[in-house]
Every structure is written in structure tokens, then in C-alpha cells.
């Protein structure tokens, strides 16, 4: 998947949660997929993990590595095939 491509989708490879302070709080405890716990706290998962916002629905959704990983495959399936 190119550049424009991600953008069009509003996917980011490393969104940074510290930008987003106004939602931090706001964060799912757990993977949104798989409800692994996630832990704001530890470095590691707060830059490993993936966020999503969507700010008009003010719902913010998280992804563990592995989630993340086979979403964007789905993702990159669904261009191939359109
Ligand atoms: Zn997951």
C-alpha cells in the first residue's frame, strides 16, 4: 500500500497517543479486536499499539501489533480486489 493510499483510508502507521491527550483518557483498556489488556502506562504498548479516532463520532478504537497487522492485510486485500 502507497502513501496516498493510507491516507485516503485515514489510517496512520505510528499515530502518537501523546498528541492525542484530549482522547488519551478516552482509550479502550483493551484491544478493540481481541481484548488483549492494554497498558497506557508501559512505553512499549503505548508505541507498539494502534489507535484509531474518529473525531465527529468521538469513538476511539485500539489495536494490538497482531490486530493491527491483519487489518491492514484485510485492507490491502479489499484494494487488491476492487
Ligand atoms: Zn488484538
Redesign the pocket.
Known sequence: MNRAQRRKLGLKKKPDLEKKVGLFDKLPKQ?T??D?PFDKKDKDMVTSWFVTVRQQEKKVRL??P??WETAQKVVEEYIDAS
Do not use: F, I
Open positions: 484491544c479486536n481481541c488483549k489495536y494490538c497482531t490486530c
